[in-house]
Structures are given as C-alpha cells and as structure tokens.
C-alpha cells in the first residue's frame, strides 16, 4: 500500500478541478492527520522489529517516499488555498436544482426537499409554542425570580437550570449501562415491539481507534454475520477537562441521556438493525437508507414519551422538545444555507436563539454544512414521514389498530427507503 501512495496523491491532483475553498481547508486538515499514521513512532517500531534487513530497508524507502508524497500534496494544497482566498474559489452552495436533484437521490422521500423545509419550519413553530406553555407551567418549581417576558429567554434560562441535573463523570458509562434493562422492560410491559433475548445489546467503553466523533454509537454486525455481538459504544469523560466534561453532561443530563438512549438503542438503533439483519433481502440490509435508519431512531424517541416512558414528566418532555428541535434545525440550516444563502452569523443566531444550542455546537454545524449538503436532512425527513404515516393508519384503522404490529411489519422491510415501506404496507 505504501508504494502506491505517490500515485495516489499524483492521481489526486489530476482529478481535483474548480475545488471550493472550504473543502481545500478540510483536505490540508485531513492530509496533515496522515502523520499520525506515517509517524517517527512507526519507522522506529519497524526499525526494532524481527523483520530482515532486506524488509527494513524496503520498508524505508516505501516509508519515505509516501511520506515525501503527502508534503508534496500538502505543499500544493497550501498554494491552492492561498490562491483560492486571494481570488475567491467556486461556492460551497449547489443551488435549488441540484439541492433538489441530490435530495431525491439520497433521501428517497415522498416530498420535495421545500416540502420538507416547509414541514420543518413549521414544526419548529409549534414546538417552540409547547415548550413555552411547559416553562409556564413549572417555572416556579425551579426559580424564585418572575419570568421574562420574551419566550425564549424563559425557555433558554430553565432549561439551563434543569441541566445542572445529571449523572457524575466517572459514572456516565455505569449510567447507560444501567438504563438498557429499564428500557427493555418498558417496551416489553407496553408491547411495543418484539426484543429478541437471543441478541443482547452489550454496553462498552468506545474503542480508543473510534473516539473523538461520536460520543455514542452502534456497532452492529451486517447481515453475513447475524449472530455476531451488536456493541453500543459510549465514550467515558475521564479525558475531558472539568469544564468540557460539566458541559457535556449538562448536554446530556438526566432527561437528555435517557432519549440518547432511546435513539441509539432501544427501541431505536440498535432494534432496527436487529430487524433489518432478519430481512430476507440483502439489498435492503446491506445498501440501507440512511433517512429511514436515522428515522427510525427520531420516531422511537417521541413513541416511547406518547407511550409514558418518563410518566409523562413535563420535565422529560421539554428536554425532548430541546433535543427534536436540533433535528428540526437540521433540516432549515441545511436547505437554507445551500439554497435560500443563509450565512453564517444567521445561522448561529437560529441555533442559538431558537434551538437552545451552545455556540460551539452552532459554529460546528455550520461548518458541516458547508461541507456536505442533503445529509443533514435525513434525520427529520425519515422521522417525518413515519410519524405521518403512523397517524394516517391509526385514523384510518381506528380501534384496531395496533401499534406493536404497526412496528414490526414496517421493520419487517429491512433498511428500505419509507416510501416504498408505506406502499408495500399499503398495498397489502
């Protein structure tokens, strides 16, 4: 592999046309993580090794040749910017027609992505209206003070009272590790859906190769190894500094870590993927839709509070509102950066304004934004289209209906795009 590394990068330049300057910036960031890769570390551990003399020193000159290759690119990457700032580079935004076109392509909706942006906006709305009415209502519980007039500084000012309740650092994994069974009790005695005891989810500190992402994860196995373990990966705090690890265990308080729950494991992720594992296509489990997995998980997460996980706690639901309206955000931040031009000090304003976020998660987004378009999306566009095709059936069944069937036949699909689940459910 060494070897060909020169030709790679060679290749690289060839290709790279019209580039923009914030994908420039990420490439020289990126580019430069390969020496912690091709380190001074590694050439002294193969220098130590059993390996023959005639290996060594093949070995160091692949080494160094690899290693001149990626300064070299470097080197052109840093000119290529500079040249970029100097006279401005091609837009990170790819406009209406193609944000539609790439849209259709990789989400696989029933809708427009206007049409999504639209439901968005106005789900936004409403849900900002229910938390209003929750902060009314249990305001004096929390603070002596009157509250203020604007909305959202009552909103913003008792959720950051609320968050000071959570778990101690060092117990964060023991935490997670100790809310699975109460979850897995809870949708067995409401019969939400069917858990199989023969794959049991196994709590884990994340891998050190896999942290610094994400700070909780699913690690399930494909459908070639169904019997493998499924790993729900969460990263302890002991390498964040006090502040860092008070920041994020106020993200993730006591209401906000048991929807994390949820999402990434049950009945969310890790239940989903067991289902898809059992589909009879391969197609569909191997090649998943990510708006429907994702979906999935947002849906599960407002199921279980409608079906009185959290004893219909206003408390619980506030901080669900908080943690849906990121989801919600996604979706406006993504369609009006790419299409509508939004910039980046509205976009911080929003989420911090009227999403609740810190700025530094604000100031994140935005930069993934600007460095992929669609994907954003998927979150609200699959959670959207099965909340509103649950409550269609549910009118249209009336008192037969049944939520627990309702589950697993839509999870009987596989990883497919809701779209054709609602016409195959539909057809029947």
Known sequence: ???NVPAYYEAARNNISDPTLEHTQLAIMQNQGAFSVLSAELAQQVANSKLSAEQKALFTERFDAATAAIKQHLEWLTALEAKLTENGGRDFRIGETLYEEKFAFDIQS??????LYDKAVADKNHVQQEMAKITDTIWSKYIDTPKPDDERQA??????????????????????RKQIPELIKFVNDKQLVTLDPNKPLIVRETPEYMRGFAGASISAPGPYDKGGNTYYNVSPLDSMSDESAESYLREYNHWILQVLNIHEAIPGHYTQLVFSNQSPSLVKSLFGNGAMIEGWAVYTERMMLEEGYGNFEPEMWLMYYKWNLRVICNTIVDYSIQVNGMGEQEVIDLLENEAFQQRAEAEGKWRRATLSQVQLTSYYAGYREIYDFR????????????LKQFHEQFLSYGSAPVKFIKQLMTDK
């Open 1 to 3: 592999r060494l070897e």
């Open 110 to 115: 029933g809708m427009t992505a206007k049409q």
């Open 155 to 176: 909103i913003r000012q008792l959720i950051d009272v609320l968050s000071t309740k959570h778990v101690n650092r060092e117990n964060f994994v023991a935490e997670v």
């Open 391 to 402: 409550e269609q059936l549910k009118a249209k069944q009336g008192e037969s209906f049944d």
